[in-house]
């Protein structure tokens, strides 16, 4: 071996020893990956594609932590084929085309493909994406591009189209506690379980927030067993609740707060979640839930400030984000609710699985192909903006449904003004809808708190 092969092979070692335990403990093979069972569980799709080597290009799309650069890795070493990683952060259309270069050598060469993982997709622009386009079209690179963000809003259409899109999953708690047993083990230390009670409650999934948080903790116990407030120390926060149910109880206190209308007790547990280091991003995503489900078309701005919010916590991130948290907390408590949106989904989803299933009205079917015309589709449709108010009684729905009314809109707010324009257009229409069960009730139940969310 070389002197310089030496050398080189002692720095590769030296880095991977003082490496992030993140990245100490990545799988190197599927059967070492926790979770995303869907994907890369035995007869899974994606499983089967890795094994057989016979990935085409993908986007995988998923939250923080939940394996997309792992599984990348696994791609590498299991794939024949020439595989080579880039950041959409650092790299650029100069990048690219490199890769594309030495891929089309390397298959006139050796008949070898050529595999481009691209992380954080989004973060290409509009022309970035375009210039994959040829090569990915012609089967020239394989893309696995890997996003946090919605594929369908960030990335090309054209390259979505062509590329499979898998959806990674947050890790469960029993997942993320498997993932503390397997560092404990690599690092040969111990963790008290209210210890790893208070890791996986925090982490919303996210296994590296899991495991950067647990290498302080190590560092801080030294020999002994991690406990409780080591993470607390790990995390710099007083952790107000570090059980699971603790967990759960707060969020449901917080959105059950907002919801009662009590921006002070929405701002007290907001305060309380944030000193107790619970992820910005699942308050977030809470409000922006919320917004629709107990607010809706009583202030509609309600929703454009709860995702203006759930979008500084990614732009700006805490601590400043708070303010933007704090911001939304106080307009939707002061906001005036109704819960109308939530009540009438419910009822059309109780008619679409149990109810008729409909065809198409003729009049509403697609016209614009060639031919459509001869077969009756489109005929009879009367273009609303031709018509006084833009408004026209017409059918929608299929007859088999009658004239179900799903959506009774409250007297609060906006929703008032909603309820007049709707009122004056169905007295004016055919009349004699049947309502659907109940009226402002609806599942009472939904309180922010679900294991699910």
């Known amino acids: 071996?070389?002197?310089?092969?030496?050398?080189?092979?002692?720095?590769?070692?030296?880095?991977?020893?003082?490496?992030?335990?993140?990245?100490?403990?990545?799988?190197?093979?599927?059967?070492?990956?926790?979770?995303?069972?869907?994907?890369?569980?035995?007869?899974?799709p994606l499983r089967a594609l890795i094994e057989s080597d016979r990935l085409t290009s993908a986007i995988l799309w998923g939250p923080p932590g939940t394996g997309k650069t792992t599984l990348a890795t696994v791609v590498a070493s299991a794939t024949a084929k020439r595989f080579v990683p880039l950041s959409a952060v650092t790299a650029g259309v100069k990048d690219v085309r490199h890769v594309v270069d030495d891929a089309k050598r390397l298959l006139g060469e050796q008949g070898r493909g050529t595999i481009l993982f691209l992380d954080e997709v989004h973060r290409f622009n509009r022309s970035q994406q375009d210039a994959l386009l040829p090569s990915v079209e012609e089967g020239l690179l394989v893309l696995i591009g890997a996003t946090t963000e919605n594929p369908f809003f960030e990335v090309n259409a054209p390259l979505l189209s062509r590329s499979t899109l898998w959806r990674l999953e947050p890790l469960s708690d029993r997942e993320l506690t498997e993932v503390v047993a397997r560092a404990s083990a690599a690092e040969r230390a111990s963790v008290e379980p209210d210890a790893v009670a208070a890791l996986v409650g925090l982490a919303d999934g996210d296994a590296r927030a899991v495991l950067t948080t647990l290498e302080v903790a190590f560092a801080l116990a030294g020999d002994r067993p991690v406990v409780l407030g080591d993470v607390e120390r790990a995390r710099n926060a007083r952790l107000q609740h570090y059980g699971e149910q603790d967990h759960y109880d707060q969020i449901s206190a917080f959105?059950?707060?907002?919801?009662?209308s009590d921006p002070d007790a929405g701002l007290y547990w907001l305060a309380r979640l944030l000193e107790s280091g619970e992820d910005a991003r699942f308050i977030a995503r809470r409000l922006v839930i919320l917004a629709s489900e107990d607010i809706g078309e009583a202030d509609p701005l309600a929703l454009v400030v709860a995702d203006a919010a759930a979008r500084a916590v990614e732009f700006v991130g805490l601590p400043e984000a708070q303010l933007n948290l704090a911001q939304a907390v106080v307009h939707l408590a002061c906001a005036p609710k109704s819960n109308r949106v939530t009540v009438a989904l419910g009822r059309a989803q109780r008619d679409?699985?149990?109810?008729?299933?409909?065809?198409?009205?003729?009049?509403?079917?697609?016209?614009?192909?060639?031919?459509?015309?001869?077969?009756?589709?489109?005929?009879?449709?009367?273009?609303?903006?031709?018509q006084p108010g833009a408004w026209v009684d017409q059918q929608y729905r299929p007859a088999e449904l009658g004239v179900a009314r799903y959506y009774e809109p409250s007297d609060r707010g906006h929703?008032?003004?909603?309820?007049?324009?709707?009122?004056?257009?169905?007295?004016?229409?055919?009349?004699?809808?049947?309502?659907?069960?109940?009226?402002?009730?609806?599942?009472?139940?939904?309180?922010?708190?679900?294991?699910?969310?």
Not at 352 to 362: E, F, K, L, M
Not at 365 to 377: E, K, L, N, P
Not at 437 to 445: A, K, M, T, V
Request: net charge neutral.
């Open 1 to 44: 071996m070389a002197a310089e092969d030496l050398f080189s092979d002692a720095a590769e070692r030296r880095v991977a020893a003082r490496a992030p335990l993140a990245a100490r403990l990545r799988p190197r093979t599927l059967d070492e990956i926790v979770g995303q069972q869907h994907l890369l569980g035995p007869g899974a």
């Open 255 to 260: 959105i059950k707060s907002v919801r009662g």
């Open 352 to 386: 679409v699985r149990d109810g008729p299933r409909g065809d198409v009205p003729a009049h509403l079917r697609d016209a614009h192909y060639r031919s459509a015309a001869t077969i009756g589709h489109g005929e009879g449709y009367v273009y609303p903006h031709d």
């Open 415 to 453: 929703e008032a003004v909603v309820a007049e324009r709707l009122r004056s257009r169905r007295s004016a229409g055919s009349g004699g809808e049947r309502s659907g069960d109940g009226g402002e009730g609806g599942d009472r139940s939904g309180d922010g708190g679900t294991r699910s969310a």
